[in-house]
């Protein structure tokens, strides 16, 4: 029994109102409880970054399914990595919808948020970690 992080990056295949979104959350929360799935989801512009973390089976299992759902494409695995404990225990998913002003006044702000990109995360992986930390006191709905 080996509990991991996996973290991905995608883009959307359409522009995502708030009710796709608030939609979205609901059944990665709804799958997410069922299968003792914690985690973290960030959207900006088009782009998704989440991280699962739960058992190792369930995870590989829930990512398979998560790429091939038609909203996203261009689904990258930007790490793997066994943890001792979660960095989210208690959300089934917490989410963040990253707005135009809101990134700007991040502490250690970076123009990536302006023109996301898969590789920013591929040649430095620990990145992925720290956005999704850096949010975790702020997610909403």
Request: hydrophobic share 40%.
């Amino acid at each position: 029994m080996t509990l991991i992080s996996l973290v991905y990056v995608s883009f959307a295949t359409r522009p995502m109102s708030e009710q796709d979104l608030r939609a979205l959350l609901e059944e990665c929360r709804t799958n997410n409880q069922r299968l003792g799935v914690t985690g973290m989801l960030l959207y900006r512009n088009g782009f998704f970054i989440q991280a699962l973390e739960g058992e190792e089976e369930v995870v590989e299992k829930l990512f398979s399914e998560i790429a091939k759902d038609p909203r996203h494409q261009d689904v990258l695995r930007v790490y793997k990595a066994p943890i001792v404990v979660r960095s989210f225990p208690n959300w089934t998913m917490g989410f963040n919808h990253i707005g135009d002003q809101h990134h700007l006044d991040m502490e250690g702000y970076s123009d990536f948020l302006e023109n996301p990109k898969a590789e920013y995360f591929t040649q430095q992986p620990s990145r992925a970690q720290m956005l999704l930390e850096s949010f975790r006191s702020e997610t909403f709905f």
